[in-house]
């Protein structure tokens, strides 16, 4: 199993800021922009583990599942993901299974695998924006809760990437978290 | 007083954001409105859509956030809000309103994508109205005779629907709410289970299946890309 997985909304030119693939690392990015997810749950009840429209998303839940860590940079869009971000996000739901369970007395979807995942979300362009970055937090803790994931960490970037942006930079704040169920 | 509706579920055929969005359309009416990325609001266009008095969106909770698609419309419509105001300092825009439904027994996961919502009005000017969350989204699609006649177990959600739709009509706030369907937890979560199995079983896909690896199509190696 691959350690990390980092899904990016970088053009070529700034993409050259990540750190390298290598064999323990995956980098994968969102653009070109894949197709939206169609809500069909054919990744659940179809072809299940895998998304029914061909593209580059298809296969993504699949990747995400053998990896320990997912670290997505995006920039920040109302709170939460940018569109091309949220397109492969969305369409990785197949990542855990559609069976529901109790978790902490709240509904959530059960994992497909036992192995342990860390979420952490970067995310670059906030300004100073303290609302956004508050629902951002929010969204990813959630996120992580859906995910069955171990740890989750959100990181917020005042400017544009620069290099060493996944790393703790100056001005770079952190909230994190481990896998308690957050509170609705 | 003009009211445009706008589903932003990616399905094509009716699902539970389209009947929800009908009901509150027969108690407020107003017009049908297509908003896709890259393209003007249809039938009327930018101008035609800012200029109605309210706007109410219906759509599923996507993790946790908005469904991308929709995600990448409003940020378009945030940029044309902006720079409509920059061009008409006074100009009046459009309140918003939101129908958030959730597969989940608890309507509160909606919460964060009502936020989100609420940080594009700040953005882009118009006022927020507020929301009606429903919980157990999937069953007003799955029953939708039954949700028609307004019985168990969607009386609830009937008359929120309704009062939430005289707010619209008169302009007002509608506040955050949120409807649970009037069952246990843990008997939703056993409907919801045996639902997805008998899907599946109507698809063909032997039970075992269900539980495998997350792969890619044809169960080849994902693409790891650099």
């Known amino acids: 199993m691959e350690r990390q997985l980092i899904l990016h909304d970088l053009d070529p030119e700034t993409a050259v800021i990540l750190p390298p693939q290598t064999e323990d690392r995956t980098v994968f990015a969102a653009l070109p922009m894949a197709r939206p997810c169609a809500g069909c749950f054919g990744c659940w009840v179809r072809t299940p583990g895998a998304c029914v429209a061909r593209d580059r998303a298809a296969g993504f839940a699949g990747l995400l599942s053998r990896h320990a860590e997912l670290t997505v940079l995006s920039r920040m869009a109302f709170g939460g993901f940018s569109p091309a971000v949220k397109r492969f996000i969305d369409r990785s739901i197949a990542h855990v299974l559609h069976f529901f369970e109790i978790r902490g007395g709240v509904m959530r979807h059960a994992a497909r695998t036992g192995a342990p995942l860390k979420l952490t979300a970067v995310f670059y362009g906030t300004g100073d924006d303290g609302e956004a970055m508050e629902l951002a937090g929010r969204v990813v803790r959630a996120n992580a809760a859906n995910l069955g994931a171990t740890a989750w960490e959100t990181r917020f970037a005042a400017g544009p990437p620069r290099p060493g942006i996944l790393g703790d930079g100056p001005g770079a704040s952190s909230q994190a978290g481990g896998r308690e169920v957050p509170p609705l | ?226």
Not at chain 2, 78 to 85: F, K, L, N
Not at chain 2, 108 to 116: Q, R, T, Y
Not at chain 2, 147 to 164: D, I, N
């Open chain 2, 1 to 226: 007083m003009s009211v445009a509706y706008v589903s932003g579920s990616p399905k094509a055929g009716s699902g539970t954001s389209l009947i929800m969005l009908e009901r509150v359309r027969r108690f407020a009416p107003g017009e049908i409105w297509k908003l896709e990325p890259g393209r003007p609001p249809s039938p009327g266009g930018w101008e035609g859509f800012l200029a109605a008095d309210a706007v109410v969106v219906s759509f599923p909770l996507y993790v946790d956030h908005l469904p991308a698609h929709l995600l990448e419309s409003l940020e378009e419509a945030a940029a044309v809000c902006r720079e409509a105001r920059q061009k008409e300092g006074g100009l009046r825009l459009p309140r918003l309103y939101a129908l958030i439904n959730n597969g989940f027994y608890e309507p509160e996961h909606s919460l964060s994508a009502a936020g989100a919502l609420k940080l594009f009005c700040r953005d882009s000017g118009m006022r927020w109205s507020g929301a009606l969350m429903a919980g157990g989204g999937p069953v007003v699609s799955s029953a939708p005779a039954l949700f028609g006649a307004g019985v168990f177990p969607f009386g609830r959600l009937g008359r929120a629907l309704m009062e939430f739709a005289r707010k619209v009509s008169a302009l007002e706030d509608a506040g955050e709410t949120g409807v649970r369907l009037p069952v246990p937890r843990r008997l939703y979560v056993f409907m919801a289970n045996t639902y997805w199995r008998a899907l599946a079983w109507k698809n063909g896909v032997p039970r075992k299946s269900l539980y495998g690896p997350a792969l890619p199509p044809g169960g080849r190696e994902a693409p790891r890309e650099g």
